[in-house]
Protein backbone atom coordinates (compact mmCIF):
# COMPACT_ATOMS: atom_id res chain seq x y z
CA UNK A 1 0.00 0.00 0.00
CA UNK A 2 3.08 2.58 0.72
CA UNK A 3 4.60 1.85 -2.28
CA UNK A 4 1.04 2.33 -4.29
CA UNK A 5 0.75 6.23 -2.37
CA UNK A 6 4.77 6.62 -3.16
CA UNK A 7 3.93 5.64 -7.01
CA UNK A 8 1.05 8.15 -7.24
CA UNK A 9 3.13 10.93 -5.23
CA UNK A 10 5.38 10.18 -7.59
CA UNK A 11 3.54 10.29 -10.46
CA UNK A 12 1.67 13.38 -9.09
CA UNK A 13 4.68 15.04 -9.29
CA UNK A 14 6.00 14.64 -12.89
CA UNK A 15 2.09 15.51 -13.78
CA UNK A 16 2.32 18.56 -11.74
CA UNK A 17 5.73 19.26 -13.40
CA UNK A 18 4.49 19.01 -16.70
CA UNK A 19 1.71 21.17 -16.48
CA UNK A 20 0.99 24.58 -17.69
CA UNK A 21 1.34 27.40 -15.04
CA UNK A 22 -2.22 27.65 -14.17
CA UNK A 23 -2.94 31.36 -15.25
CA UNK A 24 -1.28 29.83 -18.64
CA UNK A 25 -3.61 27.17 -18.65
CA UNK A 26 -6.77 29.82 -18.09
CA UNK A 27 -5.65 31.95 -20.71
CA UNK A 28 -5.34 29.49 -23.09
CA UNK A 29 -8.94 27.61 -22.84
CA UNK A 30 -10.41 31.08 -22.11
CA UNK A 31 -9.53 32.33 -25.74
CA UNK A 32 -10.11 29.67 -27.88
CA UNK A 33 -13.09 29.00 -26.77
CA UNK A 34 -13.74 32.27 -26.98
CA UNK A 35 -12.61 32.35 -30.64
CA UNK A 36 -14.86 29.64 -31.21
CA UNK A 37 -17.74 31.93 -30.54
CA UNK A 38 -16.27 35.00 -32.06
CA UNK A 39 -15.97 33.15 -35.40
CA UNK A 40 -19.91 31.64 -35.38
CA UNK A 41 -21.37 35.06 -35.01
CA UNK A 42 -18.59 36.47 -37.58
CA UNK A 43 -19.31 33.86 -39.61
CA UNK A 44 -22.93 34.22 -40.15
CA UNK A 45 -22.10 37.89 -41.17
CA UNK A 46 -19.54 36.66 -43.81
CA UNK A 47 -21.90 34.31 -45.13
CA UNK A 48 -24.81 36.84 -45.25
CA UNK A 49 -24.38 38.55 -48.65
CA UNK A 50 -24.41 35.57 -50.49
CA UNK A 51 -27.13 33.31 -48.89
CA UNK A 52 -29.18 36.37 -46.62
CA UNK A 53 -29.95 35.98 -42.95
CA UNK A 54 -32.87 33.70 -42.43
CA UNK A 55 -33.76 31.45 -39.72
CA UNK A 56 -32.27 28.53 -41.94
CA UNK A 57 -28.94 30.22 -42.22
CA UNK A 58 -28.82 31.01 -38.31
CA UNK A 59 -29.51 27.18 -38.00
CA UNK A 60 -26.86 26.07 -40.66
CA UNK A 61 -24.02 28.27 -38.56
CA UNK A 62 -25.21 27.39 -35.14
CA UNK A 63 -25.56 23.77 -35.90
CA UNK A 64 -22.19 23.39 -37.80
CA UNK A 65 -20.64 24.99 -34.93
CA UNK A 66 -22.50 23.05 -32.14
CA UNK A 67 -20.96 20.07 -34.33
CA UNK A 68 -17.21 21.16 -34.80
CA UNK A 69 -17.18 22.00 -30.92
CA UNK A 70 -18.28 18.43 -29.82
CA UNK A 71 -15.96 16.80 -32.82
CA UNK A 72 -13.17 19.33 -31.73
CA UNK A 73 -13.35 18.50 -27.94
CA UNK A 74 -14.21 14.68 -28.06
CA UNK A 75 -10.93 13.83 -30.83
CA UNK A 76 -9.28 16.83 -28.51
CA UNK A 77 -9.69 14.70 -25.51
CA UNK A 78 -8.95 10.89 -27.24
CA UNK A 79 -5.58 12.59 -28.49
CA UNK A 80 -4.60 13.86 -25.14
CA UNK A 81 -4.40 10.33 -24.10
CA UNK A 82 -2.63 8.92 -26.66
CA UNK A 83 0.16 11.33 -27.41
CA UNK A 84 2.01 14.39 -25.04
CA UNK A 85 -0.57 17.21 -25.40
CA UNK A 86 2.53 19.24 -25.19
CA UNK A 87 3.53 18.63 -28.79
CA UNK A 88 -0.39 19.45 -29.98
CA UNK A 89 -1.32 22.44 -27.93
CA UNK A 90 0.61 25.10 -29.74
CA UNK A 91 0.17 23.62 -33.30
CA UNK A 92 -3.25 23.41 -32.70
CA UNK A 93 -3.89 27.18 -31.43
CA UNK A 94 -1.36 28.02 -34.49
CA UNK A 95 -3.77 26.22 -37.25
CA UNK A 96 -7.03 27.13 -35.63
CA UNK A 97 -6.66 30.89 -35.98
CA UNK A 98 -4.66 30.53 -39.05
CA UNK A 99 -8.00 29.14 -40.73
CA UNK A 100 -9.97 31.54 -38.83
CA UNK A 101 -7.91 34.03 -41.04
CA UNK A 102 -8.42 31.74 -44.08
CA UNK A 103 -12.32 31.73 -43.71
CA UNK A 104 -12.59 35.20 -45.08
CA UNK A 105 -11.28 34.37 -48.67
CA UNK A 106 -12.61 31.05 -48.82
CA UNK A 107 -16.06 31.96 -48.05
CA UNK A 108 -15.71 35.04 -50.11
CA UNK A 109 -14.39 33.19 -53.43
CA UNK A 110 -16.92 30.48 -52.63
CA UNK A 111 -20.27 32.51 -52.09
CA UNK A 112 -19.35 33.95 -55.52
CA UNK A 113 -20.47 30.01 -56.73
CA UNK A 114 -23.13 29.44 -53.81
CA UNK A 115 -25.23 32.05 -54.06
CA UNK A 116 -29.05 31.69 -53.60
CA UNK A 117 -31.41 30.98 -50.05
CA UNK A 118 -31.35 27.13 -51.47
CA UNK A 119 -31.01 24.66 -48.56
CA UNK A 120 -27.21 23.25 -50.50
CA UNK A 121 -25.92 26.68 -50.77
CA UNK A 122 -25.99 27.85 -46.83
CA UNK A 123 -25.13 24.37 -45.57
CA UNK A 124 -22.26 24.43 -47.95
CA UNK A 125 -21.27 28.08 -47.51
CA UNK A 126 -21.90 27.69 -43.65
CA UNK A 127 -19.74 24.59 -43.28
CA UNK A 128 -17.34 26.86 -44.73
CA UNK A 129 -17.10 29.30 -42.30
CA UNK A 130 -17.31 27.24 -39.06
CA UNK A 131 -16.15 23.99 -39.53
CA UNK A 132 -12.85 22.98 -39.60
CA UNK A 133 -11.04 25.95 -37.50
CA UNK A 134 -14.11 25.64 -34.99
CA UNK A 135 -12.97 21.80 -34.75
CA UNK A 136 -9.10 22.86 -34.41
CA UNK A 137 -9.70 24.72 -31.76
CA UNK A 138 -12.15 22.92 -29.76
CA UNK A 139 -9.91 20.04 -29.71
CA UNK A 140 -7.55 22.55 -27.12
CA UNK A 141 -9.12 22.71 -23.70
CA UNK A 142 -9.07 18.99 -23.42
CA UNK A 143 -5.77 18.86 -24.10
CA UNK A 144 -5.09 21.85 -21.35
CA UNK A 145 -7.16 19.35 -18.66
CA UNK A 146 -5.26 16.76 -19.61
CA UNK A 147 -2.06 18.67 -18.85
CA UNK A 148 -3.11 20.15 -15.73
CA UNK A 149 -4.38 17.35 -13.89
CA UNK A 150 -2.03 16.58 -10.88
CA UNK A 151 -3.88 13.39 -9.45
CA UNK A 152 -6.93 11.71 -9.59
CA UNK A 153 -7.87 13.41 -6.18
CA UNK A 154 -8.15 17.07 -8.11
CA UNK A 155 -9.94 15.63 -11.17
CA UNK A 156 -13.12 17.22 -10.36
CA UNK A 157 -11.77 20.53 -9.66
CA UNK A 158 -9.16 20.53 -12.87
CA UNK A 159 -12.38 19.94 -14.72
CA UNK A 160 -14.48 21.84 -13.46
CA UNK A 161 -12.66 24.95 -13.48
CA UNK A 162 -11.46 24.67 -16.68
CA UNK A 163 -14.63 23.80 -17.91
CA UNK A 164 -16.18 27.10 -16.62
CA UNK A 165 -13.34 29.12 -17.78
CA UNK A 166 -13.99 28.14 -21.29
CA UNK A 167 -17.69 28.87 -21.09
CA UNK A 168 -16.92 32.21 -19.89
CA UNK A 169 -14.92 32.73 -22.64
CA UNK A 170 -17.62 31.79 -24.85
CA UNK A 171 -19.91 34.28 -23.17
CA UNK A 172 -17.02 37.13 -23.20
CA UNK A 173 -16.33 36.41 -26.55
CA UNK A 174 -20.24 36.55 -27.25
CA UNK A 175 -21.18 39.44 -25.77
CA UNK A 176 -17.96 41.64 -26.82
CA UNK A 177 -18.57 40.26 -30.48
CA UNK A 178 -22.38 41.19 -30.71
CA UNK A 179 -22.41 44.56 -28.65
CA UNK A 180 -19.04 46.07 -29.55
CA UNK A 181 -16.73 44.23 -32.19
CA UNK A 182 -19.79 44.15 -35.32
CA UNK A 183 -20.35 47.90 -34.23
CA UNK A 184 -16.36 49.11 -34.55
CA UNK A 185 -14.97 46.51 -36.93
CA UNK A 186 -15.63 44.94 -40.10
CA UNK A 187 -16.45 40.98 -40.08
CA UNK A 188 -12.92 41.13 -41.99
CA UNK A 189 -11.36 42.89 -39.05
CA UNK A 190 -12.81 40.80 -36.79
CA UNK A 191 -12.01 37.62 -38.30
CA UNK A 192 -8.68 38.31 -39.11
CA UNK A 193 -7.93 39.93 -35.64
CA UNK A 194 -9.44 36.87 -33.52
CA UNK A 195 -7.31 34.45 -35.99
CA UNK A 196 -3.70 36.44 -35.06
CA UNK A 197 -4.66 36.72 -31.42
CA UNK A 198 -4.88 32.85 -31.21
CA UNK A 199 -1.96 32.24 -33.56
CA UNK A 200 0.26 34.76 -31.18
CA UNK A 201 -1.15 32.71 -28.93
CA UNK A 202 -0.03 29.47 -29.82
CA UNK A 203 3.10 30.65 -30.78
CA UNK A 204 3.67 32.36 -27.26
CA UNK A 205 2.66 28.71 -25.87
CA UNK A 206 4.97 26.88 -27.23
CA UNK A 207 8.15 29.25 -26.86
CA UNK A 208 6.68 28.34 -23.36
CA UNK A 209 6.94 24.60 -23.38
CA UNK A 210 9.83 24.19 -25.38
CA UNK A 211 11.69 26.47 -22.49
CA UNK A 212 10.07 24.42 -19.72
CA UNK A 213 11.22 20.75 -21.58
CA UNK A 214 12.76 21.09 -24.05
CA UNK A 215 12.33 18.35 -27.00
CA UNK A 216 9.78 18.73 -29.59
CA UNK A 217 7.23 19.85 -27.41
CA UNK A 218 5.38 23.44 -28.41
CA UNK A 219 6.86 23.11 -31.98
CA UNK A 220 4.72 24.96 -34.39
CA UNK A 221 5.46 23.56 -38.18
CA UNK A 222 6.72 26.59 -40.34
CA UNK A 223 3.72 25.43 -42.95
CA UNK A 224 1.26 26.37 -40.20
CA UNK A 225 3.05 29.71 -39.82
CA UNK A 226 3.09 30.35 -43.48
CA UNK A 227 -0.84 29.01 -43.53
CA UNK A 228 -1.47 32.17 -41.34
CA UNK A 229 0.57 34.93 -43.40
CA UNK A 230 -1.17 33.80 -46.42
CA UNK A 231 -5.03 33.45 -45.18
CA UNK A 232 -4.15 37.43 -44.31
CA UNK A 233 -2.88 38.24 -47.27
CA UNK A 234 -5.62 36.26 -49.27
CA UNK A 235 -8.23 37.86 -46.80
CA UNK A 236 -6.56 41.65 -48.05
CA UNK A 237 -7.05 41.05 -51.85
CA UNK A 238 -10.45 38.70 -51.82
CA UNK A 239 -13.09 39.68 -53.53
CA UNK A 240 -15.80 41.44 -51.44
CA UNK A 241 -19.17 43.02 -51.62
CA UNK A 242 -19.15 45.59 -49.33
CA UNK A 243 -18.75 49.20 -49.20
CA UNK A 244 -20.15 49.01 -46.01
CA UNK A 245 -20.93 46.68 -43.35
CA UNK A 246 -23.29 47.63 -40.45
CA UNK A 247 -24.89 46.17 -38.17
CA UNK A 248 -27.16 43.62 -40.08
CA UNK A 249 -26.25 44.10 -43.65
CA UNK A 250 -23.37 43.92 -46.35
CA UNK A 251 -24.18 46.89 -47.96
CA UNK A 252 -23.13 49.27 -51.22
CA UNK A 253 -24.68 51.93 -53.23
CA UNK A 254 -24.36 51.87 -57.21
CA UNK A 255 -24.31 54.37 -59.41
CA UNK A 256 -27.76 54.32 -62.30
CA UNK A 257 -25.79 54.01 -65.76
CA UNK A 258 -28.72 54.93 -67.24
CA UNK A 259 -29.62 58.29 -65.03
CA UNK A 260 -27.10 60.47 -63.73
CA UNK A 261 -28.57 61.39 -60.28
CA UNK A 262 -30.12 57.84 -59.59
CA UNK A 263 -28.38 55.55 -56.97
CA UNK A 264 -29.74 52.06 -55.61
CA UNK A 265 -29.06 50.74 -52.11
CA UNK A 266 -27.95 47.17 -52.57
CA UNK A 267 -28.34 45.47 -49.10
CA UNK A 268 -26.93 41.70 -48.82
CA UNK A 269 -28.52 40.23 -52.16
CA UNK A 270 -30.86 42.84 -52.61
CA UNK A 271 -31.47 45.82 -54.28
CA UNK A 272 -32.95 47.55 -51.85
CA UNK A 273 -33.97 51.07 -52.60
CA UNK A 274 -33.50 53.58 -55.62
CA UNK A 275 -33.29 57.66 -55.08
CA UNK A 276 -33.18 60.10 -57.03
CA UNK A 277 -30.57 62.69 -55.57
CA UNK A 278 -32.57 65.67 -58.23
CA UNK A 279 -36.06 64.80 -58.03
CA UNK A 280 -37.60 62.75 -54.97
CA UNK A 281 -40.86 62.43 -56.81
CA UNK A 282 -38.97 59.55 -59.50
CA UNK A 283 -39.95 56.75 -58.28
CA UNK A 284 -38.18 53.66 -59.92
CA UNK A 285 -39.50 50.01 -58.35
CA UNK A 286 -42.83 49.18 -59.10
CA UNK A 287 -43.96 48.23 -55.76
CA UNK A 288 -42.65 51.98 -54.48
CA UNK A 289 -45.07 52.98 -57.40
CA UNK A 290 -47.85 51.17 -55.86
CA UNK A 291 -47.53 52.11 -52.46
CA UNK A 292 -46.69 56.05 -54.08
CA UNK A 293 -50.66 55.03 -56.15
CA UNK A 294 -51.99 54.07 -52.44
CA UNK A 295 -50.40 57.40 -51.05
CA UNK A 296 -52.15 59.72 -53.78
CA UNK A 297 -55.10 57.76 -53.70
CA UNK A 298 -56.17 58.34 -50.20
CA UNK A 299 -56.18 61.73 -49.24
CA UNK A 300 -56.81 65.04 -51.94
CA UNK A 301 -53.67 66.05 -53.77
CA UNK A 302 -51.55 68.15 -52.14
CA UNK A 303 -52.79 67.80 -48.36
CA UNK A 304 -50.37 67.09 -45.89
CA UNK A 305 -50.52 63.55 -44.33
CA UNK A 306 -48.53 62.23 -40.67
CA UNK A 307 -47.05 59.40 -41.74
CA UNK A 308 -44.99 56.51 -40.32
CA UNK A 309 -42.28 54.17 -41.96
CA UNK A 310 -41.72 50.41 -40.22
CA UNK A 311 -38.32 50.50 -42.41
CA UNK A 312 -36.73 53.19 -43.85
CA UNK A 313 -33.87 51.96 -46.51
CA UNK A 314 -33.24 54.77 -49.12
CA UNK A 315 -36.59 56.51 -47.38
CA UNK A 316 -37.71 56.92 -50.73
CA UNK A 317 -41.17 57.24 -49.72
CA UNK A 318 -40.71 59.73 -46.97
CA UNK A 319 -38.58 62.05 -49.59
CA UNK A 320 -41.54 61.52 -51.90
CA UNK A 321 -44.80 62.98 -49.54
CA UNK A 322 -42.64 65.77 -48.40
CA UNK A 323 -42.17 66.53 -51.84
CA UNK A 324 -45.86 66.01 -53.44
CA UNK A 325 -47.38 66.61 -49.82
CA UNK A 326 -45.49 69.92 -48.20
CA UNK A 327 -46.20 69.98 -44.76
CA UNK A 328 -46.38 66.05 -44.24
CA UNK A 329 -44.85 64.73 -41.27
CA UNK A 330 -43.10 61.39 -41.35
CA UNK A 331 -41.19 59.41 -38.65
CA UNK A 332 -38.95 56.38 -40.10
CA UNK A 333 -38.17 53.51 -37.78
CA UNK A 334 -34.60 51.87 -39.05
CA UNK A 335 -33.07 49.07 -37.25
CA UNK A 336 -30.03 49.44 -38.89
CA UNK A 337 -27.61 52.76 -37.86
CA UNK A 338 -25.41 51.90 -40.94
CA UNK A 339 -28.31 51.92 -43.07
CA UNK A 340 -29.27 55.60 -41.69
CA UNK A 341 -25.30 56.50 -41.87
CA UNK A 342 -25.25 55.66 -45.48
CA UNK A 343 -28.72 57.49 -46.21
CA UNK A 344 -26.90 60.74 -44.95
CA UNK A 345 -23.52 60.23 -46.77
CA UNK A 346 -24.45 59.00 -50.00
CA UNK A 347 -28.24 59.43 -50.36
CA UNK A 348 -28.39 62.61 -49.70
CA UNK A 349 -30.92 62.43 -47.05
CA UNK A 350 -31.63 65.65 -45.01
CA UNK A 351 -33.49 64.76 -41.32
CA UNK A 352 -35.59 67.64 -40.00
CA UNK A 353 -39.27 68.29 -37.82
CA UNK A 354 -40.87 66.95 -40.66
CA UNK A 355 -38.75 63.85 -41.32
CA UNK A 356 -37.15 62.38 -38.16
CA UNK A 357 -35.28 59.12 -38.36
CA UNK A 358 -35.17 56.78 -35.50
CA UNK A 359 -32.52 53.70 -34.76
CA UNK A 360 -34.30 51.01 -33.62
CA UNK A 361 -36.52 47.97 -33.96
CA UNK A 362 -39.75 48.62 -35.81
CA UNK A 363 -42.05 46.72 -33.22
CA UNK A 364 -40.60 48.47 -30.01
CA UNK A 365 -41.01 51.71 -32.16
CA UNK A 366 -44.77 50.70 -32.61
CA UNK A 367 -44.83 50.01 -29.01
CA UNK A 368 -44.34 53.77 -28.34
CA UNK A 369 -46.14 55.46 -30.81
CA UNK A 370 -49.55 57.53 -30.04
CA UNK A 371 -52.52 56.12 -30.48
CA UNK A 372 -54.76 57.74 -33.69
CA UNK A 373 -51.86 59.88 -34.66
CA UNK A 374 -51.20 58.52 -38.00
CA UNK A 375 -53.22 59.06 -41.14
CA UNK A 376 -50.64 56.14 -43.07
CA UNK A 377 -48.61 53.76 -41.71
CA UNK A 378 -46.00 52.16 -44.49
CA UNK A 379 -44.65 48.90 -43.36
CA UNK A 380 -41.47 48.29 -46.21
CA UNK A 381 -39.03 46.16 -43.52
CA UNK A 382 -39.63 43.25 -45.84
CA UNK A 383 -36.60 41.88 -47.66
CA UNK A 384 -36.45 38.53 -50.45
CA UNK A 385 -34.78 36.42 -48.30
CA UNK A 386 -35.92 36.73 -44.74
CA UNK A 387 -38.95 38.93 -43.10
CA UNK A 388 -39.12 40.52 -39.44
CA UNK A 389 -41.29 38.42 -38.22
CA UNK A 390 -42.21 40.60 -35.32
CA UNK A 391 -43.60 42.59 -37.91
CA UNK A 392 -46.00 40.08 -39.31
CA UNK A 393 -48.17 38.87 -36.25
CA UNK A 394 -51.54 39.93 -35.37
CA UNK A 395 -50.15 41.72 -32.05
CA UNK A 396 -48.02 43.74 -34.31
CA UNK A 397 -50.32 44.60 -36.73
CA UNK A 398 -53.18 45.78 -33.57
CA UNK A 399 -50.29 48.09 -32.45
CA UNK A 400 -50.24 49.70 -36.21
CA UNK A 401 -54.15 49.89 -36.31
CA UNK A 402 -53.74 51.72 -32.50
CA UNK A 403 -51.29 54.22 -34.11
CA UNK A 404 -53.55 55.04 -37.19
CA UNK A 405 -56.97 57.48 -36.77
CA UNK A 406 -60.37 55.64 -37.98
CA UNK A 407 -59.37 56.70 -41.78
CA UNK A 408 -55.92 55.11 -41.45
CA UNK A 409 -54.12 52.94 -44.39
CA UNK A 410 -51.69 50.71 -43.68
CA UNK A 411 -49.71 49.45 -46.12
CA UNK A 412 -47.17 46.99 -46.51
CA UNK A 413 -44.49 45.78 -48.91
CA UNK A 414 -44.83 41.88 -49.10
CA UNK A 415 -42.05 39.83 -51.32
CA UNK A 416 -43.09 36.04 -52.08
CA UNK A 417 -43.67 33.21 -54.75
CA UNK A 418 -45.72 30.79 -55.37
CA UNK A 419 -47.18 28.91 -53.47
CA UNK A 420 -47.16 32.79 -51.90
CA UNK A 421 -47.75 30.77 -48.82
CA UNK A 422 -46.41 33.63 -46.53
CA UNK A 423 -48.95 36.72 -48.14
CA UNK A 424 -51.37 34.20 -47.63
CA UNK A 425 -51.38 34.14 -44.14
CA UNK A 426 -49.82 37.67 -44.17
CA UNK A 427 -53.25 38.44 -45.74
CA UNK A 428 -55.01 36.12 -43.30
CA UNK A 429 -53.76 38.13 -40.45
CA UNK A 430 -54.35 41.70 -41.30
CA UNK A 431 -58.01 40.51 -41.87
CA UNK A 432 -58.30 39.89 -38.57
CA UNK A 433 -57.43 43.18 -37.80
CA UNK A 434 -58.92 45.57 -40.55
CA UNK A 435 -62.22 44.91 -42.17
CA UNK A 436 -60.61 45.98 -45.67
CA UNK A 437 -57.83 44.36 -46.98
CA UNK A 438 -56.82 45.21 -50.85
CA UNK A 439 -53.70 43.55 -52.88
CA UNK A 440 -52.11 45.23 -55.60
CA UNK A 441 -49.56 43.09 -57.70
CA UNK A 442 -48.88 42.50 -61.44
CA UNK A 443 -51.67 40.20 -63.52
CA UNK A 444 -49.23 36.85 -63.36
CA UNK A 445 -48.66 37.50 -59.79
CA UNK A 446 -52.58 37.57 -58.68
CA UNK A 447 -53.11 34.31 -60.96
CA UNK A 448 -50.28 32.80 -58.97
CA UNK A 449 -48.04 31.85 -61.91
CA UNK A 450 -45.20 34.56 -60.59
CA UNK A 451 -44.05 35.72 -57.57
CA UNK A 452 -42.07 39.25 -56.81
CA UNK A 453 -43.23 41.96 -54.79
CA UNK A 454 -46.98 42.54 -53.64
CA UNK A 455 -48.53 45.48 -51.89
CA UNK A 456 -51.40 45.35 -49.42
CA UNK A 457 -53.61 47.96 -48.21
CA UNK A 458 -56.18 47.67 -45.15
CA UNK A 459 -58.02 50.12 -43.68
CA UNK A 460 -61.36 50.19 -41.73
CA UNK A 461 -62.82 52.52 -44.34
CA UNK A 462 -64.17 51.11 -47.46
CA UNK A 463 -61.27 51.83 -50.00
CA UNK A 464 -61.76 53.53 -53.35
CA UNK A 465 -60.58 50.74 -55.92
CA UNK A 466 -61.53 53.07 -58.66
CA UNK A 467 -59.69 55.89 -57.30
CA UNK A 468 -56.47 53.74 -56.71
CA UNK A 469 -56.38 52.01 -60.25
CA UNK A 470 -56.28 55.77 -61.62
CA UNK A 471 -53.48 56.36 -59.02
CA UNK A 472 -52.00 53.36 -60.20
CA UNK A 473 -52.09 54.46 -63.76
CA UNK A 474 -50.95 57.73 -63.32
CA UNK A 475 -47.76 56.31 -61.34
CA UNK A 476 -47.35 54.27 -65.00
CA UNK A 477 -47.91 51.16 -63.35
CA UNK A 478 -49.30 48.24 -64.93
CA UNK A 479 -50.05 46.75 -62.06
CA UNK A 480 -54.07 45.75 -60.76
CA UNK A 481 -56.29 45.84 -57.58
CA UNK A 482 -57.13 42.49 -55.92
CA UNK A 483 -60.63 43.58 -54.00
CA UNK A 484 -61.17 42.95 -50.98
CA UNK A 485 -63.60 39.91 -51.60
CA UNK A 486 -60.43 38.36 -54.26
CA UNK A 487 -58.16 38.67 -51.15
CA UNK A 488 -60.46 36.85 -48.74
CA UNK A 489 -60.68 34.12 -52.19
CA UNK A 490 -56.49 34.33 -51.70
CA UNK A 491 -56.36 34.26 -48.05
CA UNK A 492 -58.29 31.56 -47.95
CA UNK A 493 -57.96 28.99 -44.91
CA UNK A 494 -54.16 30.18 -44.24
CA UNK A 495 -52.88 30.70 -40.52
CA UNK A 496 -53.56 33.33 -39.05
CA UNK A 497 -49.44 34.74 -37.76
CA UNK A 498 -49.21 35.11 -34.35
CA UNK A 499 -46.29 35.65 -31.55
CA UNK A 500 -46.43 32.88 -30.31
CA UNK A 501 -46.51 31.02 -33.58
CA UNK A 502 -45.16 32.93 -36.90
CA UNK A 503 -42.96 30.10 -38.70
CA UNK A 504 -42.41 33.12 -41.64
CA UNK A 505 -39.45 31.64 -42.62
CA UNK A 506 -40.83 27.76 -43.43
CA UNK A 507 -43.56 29.97 -45.02
CA UNK A 508 -41.61 32.30 -47.17
CA UNK A 509 -40.82 31.17 -50.75
CA UNK A 510 -37.82 33.83 -51.39
CA UNK A 511 -36.84 32.53 -54.97
CA UNK A 512 -39.23 31.66 -57.81
CA UNK A 513 -38.75 28.10 -58.86
CA UNK A 514 -36.36 27.21 -61.79
CA UNK A 515 -37.94 26.33 -65.13
CA UNK A 516 -38.31 23.36 -66.14
Known amino acids: ?129 VVVPAALLSAVPPMVVKLQLASLAETGSVVGRLSGIGTLG ?58 AVAGSLLAAVAPSRCQAETAYHCARVAADPERDSGRVLVLDTLRHSYVDLADPTHVEFDYVRAIAAVTDAMAPAGEPLSALHLGGGGATVPRYLAEVRPGTVSRVLEVDPGVVEIDREQLGLVESADLEVRVGDARVG ?58 RAELATMRQVWPHVLLLARAPVLDGEDGGNLVAVASHRPPEETALARALLAQDSTWQVASAEEVAVLAGDAQVLTDDHAPVDQLLTPYAAPAS
Open 1 to 129: MAGTEEALAETGDRSRSAALPDWVAAVVTFLSSGAVLVLEIAGLRLIAPYVGITLQTNTAVIGFALAAIAVGAWTGGALADRTDPRRLIAPLLVAGGALVVAVLPLVRFAGSVLTGADAGSVLLLAAVA
Open 170 to 227: GIAATFLTGFLLVAVFPTSGILVGTGLVAVLTGITVGVLLRRRTGGAAGRVPAALLLL
Open 366 to 423: LAEEDADTRDLVVGDAFGGLSVPWQLTTVEALGLVDRALTDDGVYVANLIDHPPLAFV
